[in-house]
């Protein structure tokens, strides 16, 4: 079965913010960052999540016990407009006695197949992933 187009709608409230849905969630965007995260923190927090989420499941499909994943992203941006993210570094501290071999095949996975936001973007940014097993 095809995947539905995502739907979305913004509606202008003052100065650079918008309230944002999409299906039955609601975000607030702010291009100051002010009442909530702007575009291009959203994409960002959006490369994260997909790839956490991936990052979740496989593990859980593999019957590989986490009792927490946390996803710290650092994107850097072009100084010139349009001011685009030129490179992302995601890293990932995952809790348990999780093996280091599943991580990082679930990583790869998801980077290589499944994170459809990674995916989505120009694939000359520089992508660097690294983790972390805290026991």
């Known amino acids: 079965m095809p995947k539905p187009p995502v739907l979305a709608q913004l509606t202008w409230k003052h100065g650079l913010v918008f309230d944002a849905?999409?299906?039955?969630?609601a975000?607030?965007?702010d291009g100051d960052s002010a009442e909530g995260p702007s575009p291009v923190q959203t994409l960002v927090l959006s490369i994260a999540g997909c790839m956490a989420?991936?990052?979740a499941h496989i593990l859980t499909k593999g019957r590989i016990a986490f009792r927490a994943i946390r996803a710290?992203?650092?994107?850097?941006?072009?100084?010139?407009?349009p001011h685009r993210i030129v490179s992302v570094a995601l890293r990932f501290q995952?809790?348990?006695?999780?093996?280091?071999?599943?991580?990082?095949?679930?990583?790869a996975l998801s980077r290589d197949t499944y994170c459809?936001?990674?995916h989505s973007m120009r694939q000359?940014?520089?992508?660097?992933?690294s983790f972390e097993i805290v026991a």
């Open 94 to 107: 995952i809790e348990g006695s999780v093996p280091p071999a599943a991580v990082d095949r679930a990583i």
């Open 124 to 129: 000359d940014i520089q992508f660097t992933t």
């Open 116 to 118: 459809s936001v990674w």
């Open 53 to 55: 989420a991936d990052l």
């Open 72 to 81: 710290e992203v650092v994107a850097d941006r072009a100084q010139e407009n």
């Open 27 to 29: 975000v607030v965007l």
């Open 21 to 25: 849905t999409s299906g039955t969630q």
